[in-house]
């Protein structure tokens, strides 16, 4: 034991302070390359979108923040995310027209791309990062040390390793950084609802967090179901033995959590019925279409063989969409209510977001990072699947980065994880697998688990699949910048990246769903921490 402290001391000291370090300088490699919309009029982007927020939240009226109005043209980038995101929006917006007021004049500021306001934003968006999203990934990370084995060392479950591998995901920092929004604060607020959840077991803080989360993105449905499911699992286990007080009370107490976040934050639009139901209506855009642009999910794959549009309604799509929801995530959902364990509810998140993300209705491409993130929490216990899984889904944005002009941005953001995934492995394995170890999920799997394995030809399988994906993924890349589509198909190659990275969320999806269901049932442990 002494030899391990001493080297978990020189992991420390080599790889924490320095890795959290190089993350922030990371994002702000990536925000120096231009963002969604950079000299695009006349709608520019998503940059030109949170800037119009604030202009909008600044200068009129909060009854009318979500309506059309003379000052306030929904057309022109209206408010489309819940009230905590105006009030983000507000406050950013107070702050530019301090330092800036020309940033948010009314009217006349669309389309500013003055360089100190796109500094500030950057910033705005790095604070956010670090405040949000960074402590509640090493909280996460922390927990995880406590509860790692004596035995079977397995590097990615040491806090230092798994804080800068959850930090260097490129997916979030090309997004948040590079093509321009705040995901870090709706997915920040959800790991801290998932660390209350998992690690303190404390439930009301957990359904506070969620909800806030919700309320900022309403993306965050996505991981709605179990935290339902998980929750209330938990009442009924409470009164276990028939008393009934005890279950109404649990329940009661997560109820009024629910309902007094949702009024706090919902309070200021209460003026009126119309104004909450304008507000909804702006949430939740059912005539837009299925999906936006060749997002990797199962409605555009098939659309690119059966033109749904011609086929079926809008009303009609909604209905299916929200079925083939249901179906897909109802095994997770279920085995997670009957056969109940943290890990399960882990699992289920990644479940029940990936069948929100194959089959929902009204899907963006940035929407895998609401999968990606409770990867990015199971990574230790599965390192090989979830760091393919990262891969495949920050290179499903392709096409999207491609508009912004990240290039550069999202090569050397996967070749940067890609490297320090490997030098974390080498770690684990003494420096005696070679330097491409991690393209081996029989290596992974010794060095961070020793016992002797039974399933080598499954892991050699997993391995030759591993690499002919990312063999796909290089020569996608490269005809996609060096090859020209033909002129009757110019969208071919987005089209071949969305239809080549479903096929892996298909695969990954079937693959978790099992991983959950082989999961022995055991109920949750006591509370290591009580904060009531």
């Not at 959800?190 to 959840?197: G, Q, R, S, V």
């Not at 993105?217 to 179901?225: F, G, T």
């Not at 909604?318 to 109802?330: I, K, N, P, Q, Y």
Request: charged share 15%; hydrophobic share 50%.
């Amino acid at each position: 034991m002494g030899k391990r402290a001493d080297s978990d001391k020189a992991i420390t000291k080599y790889t924490l302070y320095p890795g959290v370090f190089f993350a922030c300088l990371v994002r702000w490699c990536v925000a120096a390359y231009p963002y969604s919309g950079y000299k695009k009029p006349p709608m520019y982007g998503d940059f030109e979108a949170q800037r119009h927020w604030q202009e909008i939240t600044v200068h009129t009226q909060i009854s009318s923040w979500y309506h059309n109005t003379t000052q306030n043209d929904l057309e022109y980038w209206g408010l489309d995310y819940p009230p905590l995101t105006a009030y983000h929006s507000l406050l950013m917006g107070l702050i530019a027209d301090w330092l800036d007021p020309e940033s948010v004049r009314l009217f006349a500021s669309r389309g500013y791309e003055n360089e100190f306001h796109k500094s500030f934003m950057r910033w705005t968006v790095f604070l956010c990062d670090v405040y949000f999203f960074f402590t509640a990934a090493a909280c996460i990370s922390i927990d995880r040390e406590r509860m790692k084995p004596k035995l079977n060392y397995n590097i990615f479950k040491h806090t230092d390793i798994r804080l800068v591998m959850f930090l260097l995901y490129p997916g979030i920092i090309v997004i948040d950084h590079g093509h321009f929004q705040y995901n870090c604060v709706s997915l920040g607020l959800f790991l801290w609802a998932t660390f209350f959840t998992v690690s303190i077991q404390n439930d009301i803080l957990s359904t506070i967090f969620f909800v806030l989360a919700i309320n900022y993105k309403q993306m965050e449905l996505y991981h709605a179901l179990p935290f339902f499911f998980y929750l209330l699992r938990k009442c009924f286990i409470v009164s276990n033995k028939g008393n009934l007080f005890q279950f109404v009370k649990k329940l009661s107490k997560i109820g009024i959590a629910v309902i007094f976040t949702f009024v706090l934050v919902w309070y200021p639009m209460l003026s009126s019925w119309d104004n909450i139901l304008q507000i909804l209506h702006r949430l939740f855009p059912l005539k837009r279409g299925v999906f936006e642009d060749k997002v990797s999910n199962v409605w555009c794959t098939v659309n690119n063989f059966i033109k749904l549009k011609h086929l079926y309604k809008n009303e009609e799509m909604v209905r299916m969409c929200l079925l083939s929801t249901v179906l897909a995530a109802a095994p997770s959902c279920l085995d997670l209510f009957f056969r109940i364990n943290v890990k399960k509810f882990v699992l289920s998140l990644i479940n029940v977001s990936l069948a929100f993300f194959l089959f929902s209705y009204q899907v963006h491409e940035k929407s895998i990072l609401l999968v990606a993130i409770p990867v990015a929490i199971h990574f230790p216990e599965d390192p090989f699947i979830c760091f393919w899984f990262l891969l495949v889904s920050n290179f499903s944005m392709l096409p999207l980065l491609l508009k912004d002009g990240l290039l550069i941005p999202f090569i050397s953001t996967n070749l940067i994880y890609i490297g320090f995934h490997s030098i974390s492995l080498q770690l684990s394995c003494l420096c005696k697998t070679g330097p491409f170890s991690f393209l081996n999920a029989n290596t992974v799997n010794k060095c961070i688990n020793p016992a002797p394995n039974r399933n080598a030809f499954l892991l050699k399988m997993l391995t030759i699949s591993f690499f002919l994906s990312l063999l796909g993924m290089l020569l996608l890349i490269l005809v996609t910048l060096f090859v020209e589509p033909p002129s009757k198909y110019p969208d071919l190659f987005p089209v071949l990246i969305s239809m080549y990275s479903c096929a892996h969320f298909v695969y990954f999806f079937f693959y978790f769903t099992h991983k959950q269901l082989m999961l022995p049932t055991s109920l949750p442990t006591k509370a290591k921490v009580k904060l009531n």
